[in-house]
């Protein structure tokens, strides 16, 4: 990226700060005091998120996975992406969300994915943690089938059968030290990524929720292929 584009985008979010802290009590003075420091930051931060855009998109270049920087300028689908990543990268310190970022946007053009449906995941992923990544990756592997062991009793009038304990997989395989699990588990069930393909049933250990997921939906899959490494 040009040294134009990033100074532009530097000032843009210097002047951000600076109209926030402005808004204070007594903000001129305090403006005035905190702004430097601030801005060296914001502007240093903003560096290391374009570099890694930049040190990404030219080491597909190097191997013709991506075509030249004209030719991504020219695609409005690439740089609507490119931009919306931009901003949620500013917005987050865990170096694995950067890097799921950085691939959403390169696998947008390798992929040829629909505008409409990589706008949907990048704002997915802004939202997201890495907890709901890995709730997603621990669900995607799991066979068609319900095994016993993995599985509680449920009954639907004359039917019964068993039901995939898809939160006690996850529970088992990721922890949940900070009791943020369920809430991750239905934030993927309210956006389509975890489903049930069960019909509504009520079992003996079944929590009663008749929504509750066994198993990741396409959409899922096509959110992880999304956030892939290209590499």
């Known amino acids: 990226m040009k040294e134009s584009k990033k100074d532009a985008i530097e000032f843009a979010a210097a002047q951000t ?5 402005e808004t204070l009590p007594l903000g001129s003075l305090f403006s005035r005091a905190l ?9 240093q931060r903003t560096s290391r998120v374009l570099e890694g855009f930049a040190t990404d998109i030219a080491e597909l270049q190097s ?3 991506l075509p030249d920087i004209d030719s991504l300028a020219s695609s409005e689908r690439f740089m609507a992406v490119l931009s919306s990543a931009f901003l949620a990268s500013k ?15 390169l696998n947008t053009h390798i992929d040829n994915v629909e505008e409409i449906r990589a706008e949907l995941f990048v704002r997915l992923l802004d939202r997201y943690s890495e907890l709901h990544v890995r709730i997603l990756e621990v669900a995607e592997p799991l066979p068609a089938f319900v095994s016993k062991e993995r599985s509680f009793p449920v009954v639907d009038g004359k039917q019964s059968g068993v039901m995939r304990d898809l939160f006690g997989i996850v529970q088992r395989a990721v922890g949940d030290p900070h009791g943020l699990l369920m809430p991750a588990f239905n934030d993927l069930r309210n956006d389509g990524l975890l489903v ?3 019909p509504v049933t009520y079992g003996l250990n079944d929590t009663g929720d008749p929504t509750r997921p066994d198993t990741i939906s396409k959409l899922g899959r096509a959110f992880l292929f999304f956030v892939r490494d290209p590499a």
């Open 91 to 105: 917005s987050t310190a865990d170096p694995d969300k950067l890097r799921r970022l950085r691939n959403a946007v």
């Open 196 to 198: 049930r393909t069960q």
């Open 35 to 43: 702004l430097a420091p601030i801005e060296f930051a914001e502007q």
């Open 17 to 21: 700060v600076a109209a926030v802290l």
């Open 63 to 65: 191997r013709s996975r």
